[in-house]
């Protein structure tokens, strides 16, 4: 029991003084921008090392006596800044998420920064696809997607008007991407959000489906390639 408490207590130490103080910084950017990581300028000792990672395993930048590297992977596409150390990510994609740490390594090595870099794609799209039809009414589903995300609805129009079944629908997914479908002076709307754009898509019914006629149309020829698909449905 004592040889467990006294291992605890050194793991505890072990992380205490690798990790340092720092907490990780989350840091949303859009796709194609550039953002700033910025660190508390570290006193630099003699024989100390100063090294941006990627992941806790991939080297990024590196300050050696005043000689800044900048590793394979990243010229051009990264920029150390000598004054305050702080690391400048351009044009940034998706493959560029993940966690950022500065780290000086000495006598004690410490994390001096972190930082956990999500990069959101704002793109959204809005689709409407019927689904099934009668003499006089139609039912499509409304689907407002993202790269990674989307959100459905069923929309029911009849020879004068239509409307979402169940109202309008919100939704936060696990990514922070917040969606909202609603039908609004004859169109249906897609308002899409991230932490770091906002979009509206808005699709009008009346040239598609506002009327029966034209639903059983415009389902006909969108959703049943053959006949038997269409007997398939109806029976």
């Avoid at 950022?100 to 799209?125: H, I, M, N, R």
């Avoid at 919100?170 to 479908?181: M, Y």
């Avoid at 598609?208 to 969108?222: G, K, P, R, W």
Wanted: charged share 20%.
């Amino acid at each position: 029991m004592i040889k467990m408490i006294l291992f605890m207590i050194c793991l505890f130490f072990f992380f205490f003084f690798f990790t340092g103080s720092s907490a990780v910084t989350s840091q949303f950017v859009l796709k194609g921008e550039d953002v700033t990581l910025h660190v508390q300028k570290p006193d630099i000792q003699e024989g100390t090392i100063f090294t941006w990672k990627f992941k806790s395993r991939y080297n990024v930048a590196r300050l050696v006596k005043d000689e800044v590297s900048i590793f394979t992977n990243y010229r051009g596409r990264v920029d150390f800044s000598l004054e305050d150390y702080s690391l400048l990510l351009k044009s940034l994609t998706e493959a560029d998420s993940g966690v950022y740490s500065a780290v000086l390594y000495g006598e004690q090595d410490e994390k001096v920064a972190e930082y956990k870099v999500t990069v959101q794609v704002s793109p959204v799209q809005l689709t409407v696809k019927p689904v099934s039809f009668s003499s006089d009414s139609c039912n499509v589903t409304v689907t407002c997607s993202s790269q990674d995300s989307s959100i459905s609805s069923t929309l029911t129009c009849d020879g004068e008007d239509c409307s979402l079944v169940g109202g309008e629908r919100s939704e936060v997914t696990a990514s922070a991407t917040a969606f909202r479908v609603h039908v609004f002076d004859g169109s249906v709307i897609c308002n899409h959000s991230n932490q770091v754009s906002w979009n509206k898509l808005t699709s009008a019914l009346e040239a598609e489906i506002i009327s029966s006629t034209l639903c059983s149309d415009y389902c006909f020829a969108h959703s049943w390639h053959s006949l038997d698909e269409l007997q398939e449905v109806v029976t």
